[in-house]
């Protein structure tokens, strides 16, 4: 199993910047796909952002969310983090870490295995 705890959401205004973080205990020695999701009241999650495994993995976006938002990851302390510039009020919504050590469809949040508990990320106009 793998356990993972985000941390970092809060209340910022629109144009602000959030930095969220997740680590990540337990199974890690096997690689792991990292990403991000949010999901809005009453709508299914949606993908955020994803890094690969290993050093220097690539990352995915979403495409609103390219140029704003930057996934990274840290193999040595098994974290990941994403730093979110410009948040717009759409932009509201509880953000989750995930795992999967699957290396395909890493936009379907069906594909991975664990989950943080969630941190709410609040844009205010």
């Known amino acids: 199993q793998v356990q993972l705890v985000e941390s970092g959401g809060g209340l910022v205004q629109a144009g602000g910047s959030l930095k969220l973080s997740c680590a990540a205990s337990g199974r890690t020695t096997r690689p792991l796909v990292l990403g991000w999701f949010r999901q809005f009241p009453e709508k299914a999650r949606e993908f955020v952002a994803a890094v690969m495994p290993g050093s220097g993995g690539r990352s995915y976006y979403e495409a609103s969310m390219k140029g704003r938002f930057t996934i990274s990851r840290d193999n040595a302390q098994n974290t990941v983090s994403l730093q979110m510039n410009s948040l717009e009020v759409e932009d509201t919504a509880v953000y989750y870490c995930?795992?999967?050590?699957?290396?395909?469809?890493?936009?379907?949040?069906?594909?991975?295995?664990?989950w943080g508990q969630g941190t709410q990320v609040t844009v205010s106009s």
């Open positions: 995930a795992a999967t050590r699957g290396l395909a469809l890493i936009r379907n949040p069906a594909n991975y295995e664990f």
